[in-house]
């Protein structure tokens, strides 16, 4: 299956975010990812739900994919699926995710969306593996999260090639995403360690053709 390109818009110019969020999706951005940062599990603010709403008005045909860096998930979760969230992912490190995971996971599908699992860089992949029955999709980070712009970490060719094998030996269709410092140096190493959905903030909003880039990241 082809490979998809869901667009970080923390990138983006914020004052102009529907702009540039239809110029991701008119370049060929098969999703729109958005950051939501709390200030407590990542040390940096970005948006919530509010801004989600607002731009799900403007664009209702996108494919929101909800990237929540928050210590309670569970207890905004409604308010992101209300706002149009199509997928939301959480982190098993979040406070509010790690005492009871597979809770907060059927929570996000009693709320008619699909439902992620992502890992900080230093968390054993294999500590997701309890739960790869209960998603539609991994997210794999490949930078300490809460800032976009960072350098991709090397270490994460193996963790997303181990998280595929026990996908594939269990049977499993699960999404495989990576999000941090993709590029178009680093798309390959993602996608040959078994990534099918890569997260790009940066290189794509600074890409001298935007379309070129989706088309590179499509083709890989
Ligand atoms: C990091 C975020 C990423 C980030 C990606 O905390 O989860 O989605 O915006 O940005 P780049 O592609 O610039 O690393
Ligand atoms: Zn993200």
Known sequence: MQT????????????????????ALDAGADMLHIDVMDGHFVPNISYGAPVLKCLHKALPDAFYDVH???????????????AGADLITVHLEAEGVRKDPKAVLQAIHDLGCKAGLSVRPGTPVEELFPYLDQVELVLIMSVEPGFGGQSFLPQTSQ?????????????LSVMVQVDGGVNTQTAPLCTQAGADVLVVGSA???????SAMAAGIHAL
């Not at 929540?68 to 209300?82: N, Q, R, V």
């Open 4 to 23: 998809k390109l869901s667009v970080s818009v923390l990138s983006a110019d914020l004052a102009n975010l529907a702009a540039q969020s239809r110029a």
């Open 68 to 82: 929540l860096m928050i210590e309670d998930p569970a207890f905004y979760a409604k308010d992101f699926a209300a």
């Open 159 to 171: 963790r997303l090639a181990a998280v595929r094998a026990e996908l594939e030996r269990r049977g």
């Open 204 to 210: 794509f909003y600074n890409a001298p053709d935007m």
